[in-house]
């Protein structure tokens, strides 16, 4: 019948007595529920087998003779011993692979080699992070990572046509955003997981409502200003040759120079109503009212020689009260510097000397209608004025509590149990009853959120946090006050260092 039943006889090796019969066209080979400690030889001598059973044996390594084993499309090695698995297990044609309730901490590398394998079971060993190469597994339906110590799912899962994935019981506490791509996924097994993102009131809900929090996600991801995540640019350095580029690509450049040799490198300044030639002269319109030809009013002396370190730009007033700083105006007085200056000479900073007469308050002004990019400046300022306040609340709570806080702050606040716990360390039993959440309820309901917040709002309150420096309960629980919530929490502790 071309199938081999050994299961269940306690046998510590392959039995003798085989080699008698004509095992030659065996495609299905039982061994499970014995005592073998190694694959037996006679096993991989079977050329034309299909399936391989090894099911609760004590195995501890595979020999690399199986990959002799060239028709094999199934196996089963769950319920071992196994600290690893060969590479060679790799070049088989396997469809099907069960490595579950082992010792694996780690698969091999060549684990993409399997192009067609369908089903993985790596469930219940102590792996700790999933190959690179396990995305290359195109033809992969049903992967099971269940019961391991992973702590990062890899995005490129999201390119494999992936039916079933269980990573339940793990320690991821992020799903990437990409796994919104899995088009053909329709059953998804996250439970007893620390998951921060999605949060687990979403994760309850299934599938779809993970799937549309990871899409909202993505969508603000997207729209998030790139400067955020730059570096602050402490040099400027721009060729003349970019400057021609970039004057065919706006209709407005600005920048212009008689040198195609020279370069401009300046530092850049800190003022915020200085004149920051980091900003792209195309953002910077002129206005109707005055031509270039009266802009050129406006600079009054230039000494650019080459001993000079320094060059000062004065300016004079201009016949109209109402003087505005326009693009002309700052495409001509680059220009000039341009003109005067050697290489050697922009080691000093570009200095802007104001006359006494300037209108300095009508010129702030100026800036914020003709530039768009002040603006947005001052918006970006804010943004990073925000992140501080966030870094300090974090440090504020964490140096404390000896904790660490996830990523997500918000979501970790917005239970009022992390806030109770620092008002009671700054004055024990500041609140009398703190709802925590539990194992078999791991999410508190939001009543209880509530409750929580507010008992830790009276308790600043006690300790003496002034009214106009207390945040409101929805700051909390709907993560949109964050910045006043940083401010509370700060007043709290300024009030317990006073006494």
Not at 67 to 88: D, E, H, V, W, Y
Request: glycine share 4%.
């Amino acid at each position: 019948s071309g199938v081999l039943n050994l299961s269940s006889r306690k046998l510590k090796e392959f039995p003798r007595t085989a080699a008698n019969h004509d095992l030659t066209d065996t495609v299905e080979a039982d061994l499970s529920k014995n005592r073998l400690t190694d694959v037996p030889s006679e096993i991989c001598q079977l050329v034309a087998l299909e399936t391989l059973n090894l099911y609760h044996n004590c195995i501890r390594t595979i020999p690399d003779s199986i990959i002799s084993l060239q028709s094999l499309t199934s196996l089963n090695l769950s319920r071992n011993q196994l600290g690893a698995l060969p590479a060679c297990l790799c070049g088989l044609p396997l469809r099907v692979l069960n490595a579950s309730n082992n010792k694996l901490v780690s698969l091999p590398e060549t684990i993409g080699q399997l192009h067609n394998l369908m089903e993985l079971d790596i469930s219940c060993n102590e792996i700790t992070a999933l190959p690179r190469h396990i995305s290359r597994l195109r033809a992969l339906r049903e992967l099971n990572v269940r019961r391991n110590l992973l702590c990062v799912l890899p995005e490129d899962l999201s390119e494999l046509p992936l039916v079933k994935f269980d990573f339940s019981c793990n320690k991821v506490s992020t799903i990437p955003v990409c796994y919104r791509k899995m088009k053909h996924l329709q059953s998804l097994q996250l439970e007893n997981n620390p998951l921060q993102s999605p949060p687990a009131q979403i994760c309850i809900k299934g599938k779809v409502h993970i799937f549309k929090y990871l899409s909202i996600e993505a969508c603000r991801s997207d729209k998030m200003p790139d400067s955020l995540y730059l570096p602050v640019v402490e040099r400027l350095s721009l060729s003349v040759e970019d400057m021609e580029q970039q004057k065919k690509q706006d209709s407005d450049s600005g920048v212009g120079s008689d040198n195609g040799d020279k370069r401009l490198s300046a530092t850049e300044p800190s003022d915020e109503d200085s004149l920051s030639l980091n900003v792209p002269m195309s953002h910077i319109t002129e206005e109707e009212g005055i031509s270039k030809d009266d802009s050129s009013e406006h600079i009054s002396s230039l000494t650019g020689t080459k001993g000079h370190t320094n060059t000062q730009i004065s300016k004079h007033t201009h016949t109209n009260k109402h003087t505005q700083l326009t693009g002309a105006d700052v495409r001509c007085c680059v220009r000039c510097c341009l003109q005067g200056r050697t290489a050697a000479d922009f080691d000093e900073p570009l200095r802007i000397e104001e006359d006494a007469h300037w209108p300095t308050e009508q010129t702030h002004k100026s800036l914020e209608s003709v530039d768009p990019q002040f603006t947005m400046r001052r918006k970006m300022e804010q943004l990073r004025e925000e992140l501080e306040l966030m870094e300090q609340l974090r440090d504020s709570i964490e140096s404390r509590l000896k904790v660490v806080l996830p990523e997500d702050l918000g979501s970790s606040l917005m239970d009022g149990v992390v806030l109770c716990h620092l008002a009671n360390h700054i004055r024990p039993r500041s609140v009398a009853s703190i709802h925590v959440p539990s194992p078999a309820v791991p999410k508190l309901s939001m009543a209880k959120c509530r409750r929580n917040v507010e008992n830790f709002l009276d308790a600043c309150r006690k300790i003496g946090v002034p009214e106009d420096k207390l945040c409101l309960p929805h700051h909390i629980l709907e993560e949109k006050g964050l910045v006043k919530v940083s401010i509370t929490v700060q007043a709290l502790v300024d009030e317990a260092s006073c006494t």
